[in-house]
């Protein structure tokens, strides 16, 4: 009970946060645009927190979509397979999210801490905190990727067939 609470309650959380990225991609770019074309005065940190917000909402979005079951995959094979094959698929896919998702946290984590510099334009950010979306990315993807197959076991523990809720072809 308490480990769905924290998926939905952390679900949400990304789910906003993915919003508000969105939200500010679209504000800085059109302000830029506008403030570039009509002003001829544009602001010189409005393409780098577009492109920040850019790659955030990306790897946010990445652990969000494995957990409610929405990433691309091979979902098209998926019609064309017998159900148990469909199933082992699903969960070949979500191995390989951990596996992913593990070199994000380890590898994200080492680039992250080591890339040198700052974003002047930002007030002389440090490059290595917004790139620390990484490792938490990473972390947020074998979360979603393990809480996915946990689900699934638990399905075929009670006789159920493996797949989506909402039915990846006839499974």
């Given amino acids: ?56 909402l990306v790897m946010l979005s990445f652990g969000l979509s494995i957990r409610e079951r929405e990433s691309i995959a091979m ?8 159900a148990r094959g469909a199933g082992m698929l699903e969960t070949l896919w979500n191995l390989l999210f951990v596996a992913v998702g593990l070199m994000m946290v ?4 080492m680039v992250a801490s ?4 700052t974003y002047w334009e930002l007030g002389n950010a440090p490059k290595s905190w917004l790139m620390m979306i990484l490792p938490v990315s990473g972390a947020l993807v074998v979360a ?14 009670r006789g159920e067939r493996l797949g989506r809720r909402e039915g990846i072809g006839q499974i």
Avoid: H
Wanted: hydrophobic fraction near 60%; charge should be positive; include cysteine.
């Fill in 75 to 82: 979902q098209i094979l998926y019609d064309y397979l017998p």
């Fill in 1 to 56: 009970m308490l480990a769905r609470a924290l998926d939905f309650i952390l679900g949400k959380a990304i789910t906003l946060a993915c919003v508000v990225m969105l939200a500010a991609m679209v504000s800085f770019t059109l302000y830029t645009v506008f403030m570039r074309a009509v002003m001829n005065d544009p602001p010189f940190w409005g393409d780098t927190l577009t492109l920040i917000a850019n790659i955030w």
């Fill in 106 to 109: 380890v590898y994200g984590y």
């Fill in 144 to 157: 979603a990727a393990l809480r996915v197959l946990v689900e699934d076991f638990k399905a075929l523990r």
């Fill in 114 to 117: 080591r890339i040198p510099g």
